[in-house]
């Protein structure tokens, strides 16, 4: 298996929606069309591809000078453990560059997976939670 890495492409809304379903990440993916404004208004995407499959995914908002949050760091099931996460990162890092803080928000289900890739726990940061997000049907 030969993972290609881009960054210069953004995958189509089902894809993404797919790659999350996959991954056990927990986003509003029954609103395609809310996972669709998520990328529109992203500037950092990075992408892994096992041939025309769309296998992991990260997503990031970034200045490119001071800092950078990664909002999203998505792999498939079935490929988990195999270091694509970990390539995201990086390859995330590589184009903010070293200036750049790198900032996320963890899963629970993910904090102990952050440390194992290189990234440092913090308790200095806050957040004003989201109200919750209802699908209407519209």
Known sequence: MKIIYR???MPDTD???DVYNSSGINRPTADKERIAKMYDNSNLIVTAWDKDKLVGISRSLTDFCY???LSDLAVRKDYQTSGIGK???ELT????GEQTALILLS???AVDY???VGMQKIDNGFIIKRK???VTGK
């Open 7 to 9: 960054t210069d492409i």
């Open 15 to 17: 894809q993404i929606i």
């Open 67 to 69: 800092c950078c949050y």
């Open 87 to 89: 390539e995201l990162i």
């Open 93 to 96: 890092k590589d184009e903010i």
């Open 107 to 109: 899963a629970p289900t």
């Open 114 to 116: 952050y440390p194992k």
């Open 132 to 134: 919750k997000y209802i």
